[in-house]
């Protein structure tokens, strides 16, 4: 490898203290990296609305694409972030770069291991898996959800793989690459719907499958993106799968409450759609629909801010007897970041959700009813985006504290609560229906609503002992409401004149009002956003 340049010690690149400014540039960075890859995932989700609408086939991808998807949930991103990049963080601080590299080379030996072994259990055991939690579908819907765990496994694993490399890049402030990463995956199934769809006429089950063999070399692509950046900030990668390494054993320890946990809302994830496989044909796809773009928000301004804030809070830790009063202002100015974007995400699904799900979904086998069937589910998620993404934050605090069992005991009531309300609630609206498609799946979307602000109540609780008020400011919070209204009012009056033109010019027209609006009601309102904050800064 490449040595050092000349004069230099041969050690890792080593961020240093940040402003907050810089704080807000590094949670823009991950945001815009994050929209990059949902925006091709909604291109690829319009492809399949195109081709599979809600049929059973939509279906069983739906499940299929759920039940693997336990490996990427309970060793990856998320779970790995929370073990590993405090300590690799703190090592970086402490200018112990070679025992950063050592303990990062055995964390991925023994995750590429563990993910590995977990994919061929998964593999083998694909039919007990697919009748336990999805008995509601007919034999032929539960053949083709086999065939398709099966080549999807493989994929989740690498996904595991991919997620380390995301850790050491976050760790070193490199925010952009490792989540724009994931668009090498999208592309590779839009690519394969388009071939086998359009240039071969394949269609139904077959290009389904088609479809997992894309996922499947997607996922290697997506490693691919990121593995060259982190193994050079390694500088020397040594991998291996020793416990004995320096770091390693607490990982661990911190893992286990998370992976837990994790299991846990895994769990309740593939419970939500075995539930739905109880409904009428349509509910696990329009559900799946509706998460695409609830899970939006949170990934956009709720992970952005989270992942940014993990290292730097982590980083604190080691700061002595101020670290608490710095976690918490560091919480604190997250979470009104966080609300700039958050409270007028909800306010645009909940209002103008009918208009957003049309541009993005609306083609071919995705009629008028499929348009309000998600929506109304959409709005049920909508009314916790709020609570969900900054949970997400407030986990971070505890992760940065070295506490991964609160975030893990609050998650696993949170999980009970959200199916309990779920499942009372699905069979009564299931009794209501458009155009042969029902409701029944928005009772489980408002059991996750409740069962996230609970949570939200619980964390900011335990977390305010611990380390002091970590409240965003009520009067910002009013007056981005306030300005939320505008924009919705706005949004409203320009849907009026583009109502039954095609959906997305007027989406553009409508949600352009609603932007704009929004925007110049926070200036107006002497809200500091951002982005404003950060153009000021380039400005000079």
Known sequence: ???????????????????????????????????????????????????????????????????????????????????????????????????????????????????????????????????????????????????????????????????????????????????????????????????????????????????????????????GVQAPSAFRLLREFRPSISLGVEGVREAIRNFIPVVTARGVVNLSGWLDYALAALLATGAVATLRYAQTLYILPISLFGMAVAASELPELSRERSRGEAQDRLIANGVQAASERMAFFLIPSTLAFLFLGDV????????????????????????????????????RLLSSGFYALRDTRTPARVAYFRVGLSLGIGAALMFPLDRFGVGGLQMGAVGLALGATVAAWTELILLKRRLSLRIGSIGADWSVLARLGLAGAVGTGAGMVANLPLAGQHPVPAAAGILGAFSAAYLASTVALGVRGPIRSLLRRKGG
């Open 1 to 223: 490898m490449q040595g050092p340049p000349d004069g230099a010690s041969p050690e890792l690149e080593r961020p240093v203290g940040v402003t907050l400014e810089e704080r807000e540039s590094g949670s823009l960075r991950v945001g815009a990296g994050i929209l990059v890859s949902r925006l091709a995932g909604l291109v690829r989700e319009r492809v399949f609305a195109h081709f599979f609408g809600a049929s059973a086939v939509a279906d069983a991808w739906g499940a299929a694409l759920r039940l693997p998807n336990v490996l990427q949930n309970l060793l990856g991103e998320g779970t790995l972030s929370a073990s590993f990049i405090p300590i690799y963080a703190e090592m970086l601080e402490q200018r112990r770069d070679e025992e950063a590299a050592r303990f990062a080379g055995a964390v991925f030996g023994i995750v590429s291991a563990v993910a590995g072994a977990a994919a061929l259990v998964g593999i083998a055991i694909a039919p007990l898996l697919v009748g336990f939690f999805f008995y509601g579908f007919d034999a032929e819907t539960q053949s083709l959800t086999v065939s398709l765990v099966r080549i999807l496994f493989p994929m989740t694993a690498i996904l595991v793989i991919s997620a380390w490399a995301l850790g050491v890049l976050n760790s070193h402030r490199r925010f952009f690459l490792s989540y724009v990463a994931p668009v090498a995956w999208n592309a590779a199934m839009i690519t394969a719907m388009l071939v086998g769809g359009f240039g071969y006429g394949i269609e139904g089950a077959a290009l389904a499958r088609l479809l997992a063999y894309g996922a499947l070399a997607g996922g290697v692509l997506q490693f």
């Open 356 to 391: 957003i799900v049309a541009a993005i979904f609306q083609t071919g086998a995705f009629g008028e009813a499929e348009v309000l069937v998600t929506w109304a589910i959409l709005a049920a998620y909508a009314l916790g985006i709020p609570a969900s993404a900054t949970s």
